[in-house]
């Protein structure tokens, strides 16, 4: 009886363990290249895993935020990779640096040449995105994965906080404060422009006493020997006056 209770609790904990490792874990998610801050510009990777045994992942098509649309959207190119991007006409048009845009891309979908992703392996999508939204803390894309047996998967939920989270969870992306000083690397920028003209102004005003205060020491100079050269000229005088005399 006790040996078939530790078997028992054996096969529950192979189960458990089983349960925490299936590949149904391993989601299509997005991750930015270190932080996404709000208002600013950030590169975004999709990062999409082959999940089956038997077939490969041929198609991505991520769906961008309608409710936070984006005006810059440049995907990466991804060898072996077809990208199409689909652009869709916004309700409410955006202001960008002046200008009104009135449509944002609505989807990237890239499409395998070849074999695609295949089983064991995952493939990484980069995207360049922006203005990122400030009156948000994340970002919710939409995705579907297609395999070579025509099965799609629909990574669509979007996770609730304090829930589990769902079978198929959509990708998330989290947003950072933004920058303190509102420029980020332009700031810094003009600030290193800023130092570098006053060191070479410090360096210019440096150069001309060095010049200045060589003139003087020259003209100096100049004035001892044309003093001796005419106390000589005197003396030499004198003496020619004293010898005609004599």
Known sequence: MKASRIAAAGAVAGVAVLAVSSPCFAHVSVQP??????????????????ERDNASTTKLEV?????????????QPVEGWDIKITKSRLATPLEVHGKKIDEAVSKVTWTAKGDGIQ?????KFPVSVGTLPEDTDQLVFKALQTYSNKEVVRWIEVPQEGQEEPEHPAPVLALTAPAEDGHGHGAAADDKASDDAEKASAETTA????????????????????IVVGTA??????????????
């Open 33 to 50: 290249e270190g932080e996404a801050a709000k208002g600013g510009y950030a590169v975004v990777g999709f990062k999409v895993p082959n």
């Open 63 to 75: 769906t961008f935020p309608s409710d936070h649309p984006l005006s810059s959207v440049q995907p």
């Open 119 to 123: 089983p064991g392996f995952f493939q």
């Open 207 to 226: 150069a001309s006493d060095d010049d200045s205060g060589g003139t003087d020491t020259t003209a100096r100079v100049l004035g001892v020997v044309g």
């Open 233 to 246: 000229g005197v003396a030499y005088g004198v003496l020619a006056g004293r010898r005609r005399t004599a």
